[in-house]
DNA sequence: ATACGTGCAAAGTATTTGCCGTTAT
DNA sequence: ATAACGGCAAATACTTTGCACGTAT
């Protein structure tokens, strides 16, 4: 239904693409949590774990691919299939499903926020507030549980009037792309 | 990730298959709202209109395919697939990802209420709240966009202690068996 | 050394679609 | 009459896996 644009390259910064264990991608944030959860860095993780540690919107496996790629040609989907599992598993990554088909990544450590996504762009909005969570922490608990992830997404329009320009009260807002 | 539990036959009272047509499946809330849209009301569509208006859970196409299945055995999965989308489409269906891989559905008509899945048990509970959409409807005006439809879902563990046995305040709630 | 990682192609899932005979309106 | 519909099997789309070889620790 809602499919987020495409964007491709964006965050490939490098011309030509290199050998594995090349400096650019050396110890990047994620690469330096692969290492603490055990994980060996062969230089097709540490490119991906490069890719990841860029990237600031929500791309999909086939988007980290293409973005590896760009770095090291020699590293396959099921490569990257395999690696953004196993950084889910350990906590690294959250998969997130913003409709479309396909599952889409961010580091877990990105901090708390959510998406709000517009419905006529497709484009994903991020913003953060502390009232959700509380809320809903108080609605599990008055159900009798103890709430231990949640999903909220928000899909509009954008409202011709009044666009904001400025940084809105109370929000951090980042879009893709 | 969370597999919600599989109620086979949960809604099938009838015992033997009836012929499409059957006074059973006729005029189904469902059924009624594929007329006023303008679609024609086949036996296998009736059936499966049927079959989702007394369905008070978010069956997946292959639970929907037998619970009217047990109804009418001529009725194929590519028709329930065919007939959800449609109905999605049209507005009377919503469809659900709770995670697990299928699509989930459930009558649009079923009332503003949210899910918060048991991640143990794999349970869907439903809870009405005001307070969410009130909140997010303003988080999205601060952000320029008119909200337009929006998804929350909780996950959380059971607290074993004071399990809840009446209805809690300010929640009706209704599990999947 | 050896358990873990990778590429490749084949296998799985869930869902869609082409073809063509059937049916509701 | 005729535009929709439905069955079937083949086709897609995304993701996982078996196998044989490579490599980080």
């Known amino acids: 239904m809602v499919v987020d644009t495409k964007v491709a390259d964006r ?4 011309q030509g693409r290199k ?3 090349s400096a650019v991608v050396d110890d990047s944030p994620i690469a330096r949590l692969c290492v603490e959860n055990g994980l060996k860095m062969t230089g097709q993780r540490r490119v991906i774990a490069h ?3 860029e990237a600031d919107d929500h791309p999909d496996v086939e988007e980290l691919y293409r973005r590896a790629s760009a770095i090291d040609s020699r590293i396959s989907v099921a490569t990257v299939y395999r690696t953004v599992r196993l950084l889910e ?10 409709g479309g088909g396909r599952a889409r990544y ?17 484009r994903v909005i991020e913003f953060e507030d502390d ?4 809320l809903l922490t108080q609605i599990a608990q008055r159900l009798g549980f103890d709430l231990v992830s949640h999903r909220i997404e928000l899909f509009g329009h954008r409202l011709e009037k009044e666009t904001p320009k400025r940084p ?10």
């Open 89 to 98: 598993e350990k906590g690294i990554l959250e998969r997130r499903d913003f």
């Open 168 to 177: 809105l009260p109370k929000s951090r807002n980042k879009s893709d792309t």
């Open 106 to 122: 961010e580091a877990s450590d990105s901090g708390h926020h959510y998406h709000l996504i517009d419905v006529d762009s497709g």
């Open 11 to 14: 965050r490939t910064r490098t």
């Open 131 to 134: 009232e959700p969570v509380r």
């Open 51 to 53: 890719v990841l540690s």
């Open 19 to 21: 050998p594995a264990g």
